[in-house]
Structures are given as structure tokens and as C-alpha cells.
């Protein structure tokens, strides 16, 4: 009995020619035996069930013997001789190995990222801020701004890449002799080296040196959010530098909350400021303000005091929002009872 090769590729039986494909292209790539955690004996179960597949005869034929295809119950032989080790396949291995053997598309070479924490206090985060920090970081060369080469020095062919600025090999795998083509490690694909190299980097181009950044927090930021610096991170030579993140830690405030562009808080008031109204001084952020207590104001009715929030624009603000927290004596005296006592009377 042979294979279901459309359970060796993972499809279904009516799967469509680019089904199969993708399904085989993904096989191959994840256990083509030149690659560290490969597998040959799947590569080849997958290599055999997609050449019958991917052919519209070879198909038909197949589904029309099933799984017993070769067999005493059909004809003889397989296909292309798949009992000698799957070999005259027909598909294009340049489209499908193409990231393996060096034939995919060249990509544009990029440093690490790097991460760093800062916390800021929670005035700091409503209005923003700006803050200093020093990394020692790979860096591009300021020297020869990362050519590697001294200043005015001339450039000559790489011996090693005879100037093409890449290396052809050849690789020996089961399906036969492959062309590789790589970066040369020795001129990085420019083709040229310098005569002279710069000798602040030794002619690397970057080099390892301690940077400042000017960290500006915008007004409003919430915990935990991410400012990212475009190219602030670790350089390398002749790619783009990675990007430096900035993780933003805010203290909380023993008085305030920030909720969206407002702030809130709580204030007790008196009982009987609650009842006959009276005027507070409360501390904000950027300084001190008289709020005023309507007569009869209810517990937990929030006030409103307009501008005093998280700043929106140059000339918006937030509110501050006021929590009102009625206080009631644990205690009272003699006089005080006898007070409550007369109010009581009046239906109060």
C-alpha cells in the first residue's frame, strides 16, 4: 500500500493546485534536510506526493487507483521511479528553496532594538516632560560616518569577492548540486574595501560609545506606554540601525486619578458646610484654587472645576472632577445632640 499523499501534505482531496502548492512549499521549508532541524525522510514523502499532485495526469491516474496506486490492485512502477527514491521531479526548486540556497530576495541588514525604562512622577505625566539619558550603545562612527575608511583614502577592489560583493559556492544535497550565492563577510557586497581604514573604528564603520538622548514625554502619557526613537538603537555596519524603546513608568498620586484628559479626586466636607454651604482650598497640580460648596450638596456629587485637568492642545484642558465625601461626626456634644435633636424636630 503507498501513501495518502493529500495526508502527506496536510490537504484535502479537492484542495486546488495552489493548495498543494503552499502545502508543500511549507513542508519543504520546514524539513528540507540542509536545514539544522531538517528531516529527509519527510522532505522525500512530501517531494513524492507533490509531484504526483501538483501533475493533472499523474492526479487523475492516482485518484482513480487510490492508495493501493502501484500496487497488485493497479499498475506497476509509481512514478518517476518513487520507489528508488523520489527522483526526476518536475517543480521549480529555485522558486521553492529560494531562502535556503541564497536565491530569495536580499534584505536590508537591521540592528537590535534596545529597551529602557523610565519613571516619571504623575504631575511629570499630566504635563510632560523632557528627560536626559546616556546609553553605550554600537554606534555609527563619526569619524568616517560608518565608511569604514580613513578620510580621503582611496578604495580598491575586494580580493575576496573580486568586486561583485557576493560568493558563489556550490552545495552538495540528496537532489544534487545547488549554486549558493552570500554577502562577502570581507567588504560587506559594497565590491570595494579602503586602502585605509579609519582608525577611530578599525574600519568597521561603528563602534561601541556612550550617547545622549533627549527623552520628550508627551503631556498625558498613561503607565506603562511606549515612546519609540526611530534609529536610536544598535547600529551595524552597512544596515539600518535598530530602534531604541522608552517604557514609561508613572508614580501614582496620593491625591489624584487621571481619567482620560480629567483628573479626579475625593473631598470630605463638613456636615455642616454640606448643609449651609461654604468655600475649600484645594492644592493642585499647578497650584492652589478656591472651590465653593453649594448648600445641600449630596454625598458623592461630583464638582466640577473646568481647565484643570490633563492638557489637550496649547489652550484646552481637561476638568477636574471633585468627589464630594460627606463627613459625619463620631461624636457629639451635649449641645451639638441637643441641636440635631431641635433639627430632627423640624423634619430634617
Not at 111 to 130: H, L, N, P, Q, R
Not at 207 to 213: H, N, P, S, Y
Not at 276 to 288: F, P, Q, R, S
Not at 296 to 324: A, C, F, Q, W, Y
Request: net charge positive; glycine share 14%.
Amino acid at each position: 500500500m503507498s501513501k495518502d499523499y493529500y495526508k502527506v501534505l496536510g490537504v484535502e482531496k479537492k484542495a486546488s493546485k495552489t493548495e498543494i502548492k503552499k502545502a508543500f512549499h511549507k513542508l519543504a521549508h520546514k524539513y528540507h534536510p540542509d536545514k539544522a532541524n531538517g528531516d529527509e525522510t519527510r522532505f522525500k514523502e512530501a517531494s513524492e506526493a507533490y509531484t504526483v499532485l501538483s501533475d493533472d495526469k499523474k492526479r487523475a491516474e492516482y485518484d482513480t487507483y487510490g492508495q493501493a496506486f502501484g500496487g497488485n490492485g493497479g499498475p506497476q512502477g509509481g512514478f518517476g521511479g518513487f520507489g528508488q527514491g523520489a527522483q526526476g521531479f518536475d517543480f521549480d526548486l529555485g522558486d521553492i528553496f529560494g531562502d535556503i540556497f541564497g536565491g530569495g530576495r536580499s534584505r536590508v541588514k537591521r540592528g537590535s532594538d534596545i529597551s529602557v525604562d523610565i519613571e516619571v512622577s504623575f504631575a511629570e505625566a499630566v504635563f510632560g516632560v523632557e528627560r536626559k539619558i546616556v546609553l553605550t550603545k554600537n554606534s555609527t562612527c563619526s569619524v568616517c560616518e560608518g565608511t569604514g575608511a580613513k578620510k580621503g583614502s582611496e578604495m580598491e577592489t575586494c580580493s575576496s569577492c573580486g568586486g561583485n560583493g557576493k560568493i558563489h559556492e556550490t552545495k552538495q544535497s540528496f537532489l544534487g548540486s545547488f549554486s549558493t550565492v552570500r554577502v562577502c563577510d570581507r567588504c560587506q557586497g559594497k565590491g570595494k574595501i579602503p586602502k585605509e581604514k579609519c582608525k577611530e573604528c578599525r574600519g568597521v564603520g561603528i563602534l561601541k560609545k556612550q550617547e545622549k538622548f533627549e527623552i520628550k514625554i508627551p503631556a498625558g502619557i498613561n503607565n506603562g506606554e511606549m515612546i519609540r526613537l526611530t534609529g536610536a538603537g544598535e547600529a551595524i555596519p552597512d544596515g539600518n540601525p535598530g530602534d531604541l524603546y522608552i517604557k514609561v513608568y508613572v508614580k501614582p498620586h496620593i491625591v489624584f486619578k487621571k481619567q482620560g484628559s480629567d483628573l479626579i479626586m475625593n473631598l470630605g466636607v463638613k456636615l455642616t458646610d454640606a448643609l449651609l454651604g461654604a468655600e475649600y482650598n484645594i492644592a493642585t497640580l499647578d497650584g492652589k484654587i478656591k472651590v465653593k460648596i453649594p448648600k445641600g450638596v449630596s454625598h458623592g456629587e461630583i464638582l466640577r472645576v473646568k481647565d484643570k485637568g490633563v492638557p489637550i492642545s496649547e489652550r484646552r484642558r481637561g476638568n477636574l472632577l471633585i468627589t464630594i465625601n460627606i463627613k459625619l461626626p463620631n461624636k457629639l456634644s451635649g449641645k451639638a445632640k441637643k441641636l440635631i435633636e431641635e433639627l430632627k424636630g423640624e423634619g430634617v
